[in-house]
């Protein structure tokens, strides 16, 4: 069984390095693309993760979206030919989707925000993976199978969170004073379909908040080279009180030795509430299931106005030592469903080619 896995985004990499791991503990082969954006090369060369490159991304433009959509699916499309491939996994990738379904190779695709601009795509995929927390109206009401989601206990952060081991020497690399108070910023995604500018308001805002206060040190994780440098713009003079990592850094690690995480994306939230550190969001798109889950629980806190950021409890966070909670071994279980996807269709296949060969005899 040759299985492929496509990483076409940041959170990608984290969440399917254990998945990969397993799979190839297993005997299984597997074989990695990925899209040449952002940080994902760099996060997956981190992970130690072997790869084909193929690629990129084109800009928050719809039309251009569009364009890089098919590009790349016809990108993948040829490089997947040929491979014999038993099964496509990845974490709504659009892009393998399409080019799976023209091959006519078993897909698994992996989603925990319901609005989703690519949605369409699980109508097409053999098979949609989703939180349990997220309801079935979600996909119904798109028209998508309900006999085709699988829902699986806790979130797809706790896949790898739960293999995290702390590491104080990131602090050290970084020249981050301990005894200050740290706080992690992630801006919000501005070349995202679902991007609302009152995010960078309240980034603006939260920058404000956090420099006004001398014993804050401010770690940004900018997600772009151009994002970078309108930061270090605007913040120069306060560059002794903010750390900008120069390269590809782990994230679980630089969040579990903060005293609070701000982002304006999903996933660092969700790793952030994973981990039990404070956590608040300048989201300011749709509000997905798996938030609306965290907030009632009180594991995260929304920012939706300027006047909320004093709201922020800017305090130091008592240490503690990292204890993961306890899941229903969630990457054995997906793994599971990965397999149980590439068997089903090869024995489908076996059923369609013996009964193709009963007709024939029979004539």
């Not at 082969?29 to 940080?39: A, G, H, L, N």
């Not at 969040?255 to 956590?279: F, K, Y």
Request: hydrophobic share 40%; net charge positive; aromatic share 8%.
């Amino acid at each position: 069984m040759r299985i492929w896995v496509d990483l076409c985004h940041i959170p990608h990499v984290p969440f399917f390095v254990p998945q990969i791991r397993e799979l190839n503990r297993l005997g299984y082969e597997t074989i990695i693309t990925v899209r040449d954006s952002f940080q994902i090369c760099e996060l997956s060369d981190l992970a130690g993760v072997k790869y084909h490159k193929i690629g990129r991304h084109y800009g928050k433009r719809t039309l251009m979206k569009g364009v890089g959509l098919l590009i790349r699916a016809m990108q993948l499309y040829w490089f997947a030919r040929k491979r014999n491939f038993s099964i496509a996994v990845s974490h709504t990738s659009p892009f393998q989707i399409l080019a799976a379904s023209l091959l006519g190779i078993p897909c698994i695709t992996f989603t925990d925000y319901e609005h989703s601009s690519m949605a369409i795509f699980y109508k097409i995929a053999t098979r949609v993976a989703t939180p349990e927390c997220i309801p079935d109206e979600a996909f119904g009401s798109k028209g998508v199978a309900l006999n085709k989601v699988i829902k699986y206990p806790g979130l797809k952060e706790d896949v790898y969170v739960e293999e995290f081991e702390p590491n104080r020497a990131l602090l050290d690399e970084l020249q981050i004073d301990p005894h200050t108070i740290v706080v992690t910023i992630r801006p919000a995604a501005t070349e995202a379909h679902y991007h609302n500018p009152e995010s960078e308001q309240l980034f603006s805002a939260v920058m404000d908040y956090l420099l006004e206060k001398g014993d804050v040190t401010v770690v940004i994780l900018p997600r772009t080279l151009k994002e970078r440098g309108e930061i270090q713009s605007v913040y120069g003079s306060h560059a002794d009180r903010i750390v900008i990592p120069q390269r590809a850094i782990s994230g679980l690690n630089l969040m579990w030795h903060s005293d609070l995480v701000i982002s304006g994306g999903g996933t660092m939230n969700r790793e952030a509430a994973a981990l039990g550190v404070p956590v608040y969001s300048i989201f300011r798109g749709p509000i997905g299931a798996v938030d609306r889950f965290l907030t009632t629980t009180g594991r995260l806190h929304f920012i939706e106005t300027p006047s909320d950021v004093h709201k922020i409890k800017v305090e130091k966070r008592k240490p503690g030592t990292f204890h993961p909670s306890p899941k229903q071994n969630l990457k054995s279980f997906l793994v599971k469903e990965i397999i149980s996807t590439a068997s089903d269709n090869a024995n489908t296949d076996k059923k369609c080619c013996k009964e193709m060969s009963c007709f024939h005899i029979d004539r």
